[in-house]
């Protein structure tokens, strides 16, 4: 088992960017698929994005789309996941995962590993 740990979180004005990325350790992890989630107070945690093992293919959440695109690199070990022109409802603690199966899952049953999340604020 790896683990899998968050950073580039951080406060941003509305309108702004931030680049989340996450490092996972262990020899595997060509063969995860990986994805981000996230969750805000009071809030069911929600998917934002997934990417296949081979980095072909993703998926978005419907909030997120167009504006946030989630990539990575399986010689570095990492899951990235860039977000542009930030609103105020983005604001939450964000999670990366990973599924043992060859698709990109939208469904958090599916995602066995989890970091310990990295906060996400952005100011109006």
């Known amino acids: 088992q790896g683990q899998l740990v968050e950073s580039g979180g951080g406060l941003v004005q509305a309108g702004g960017s931030l680049r989340l990325s996450c490092a996972a350790s262990?020899?595997?992890?060509?063969?995860?698929?990986m994805g981000w989630f996230r969750q805000a107070p009071g809030r069911e945690r929600e998917f934002v994005a997934s990417?296949?093992?081979?980095?072909?293919?993703?998926r978005y959440g419907d909030s997120v789309k167009g504006r946030f695109t989630i990539s990575r690199d399986n010689a570095k070990n990492t899951v990235d996941l860039q977000m542009n022109s930030l609103k105020p409802e983005d604001t939450a603690v964000y999670y990366c995962?990973?599924?043992?199966?060859?698709?990109?899952?939208?469904?958090?049953?599916?995602?066995?590993?989890w970091g310990q999340g990295t906060q996400v604020t952005v100011s109006s």
């Open positions: 990417i296949t093992p081979s980095g072909s293919t993703t």
């Open positions: 995962a990973a599924a043992v199966i060859p698709y990109a899952p939208t469904s958090i049953s599916l995602f066995r590993y």
């Open positions: 262990g020899r595997t992890f060509s063969s995860y698929s």
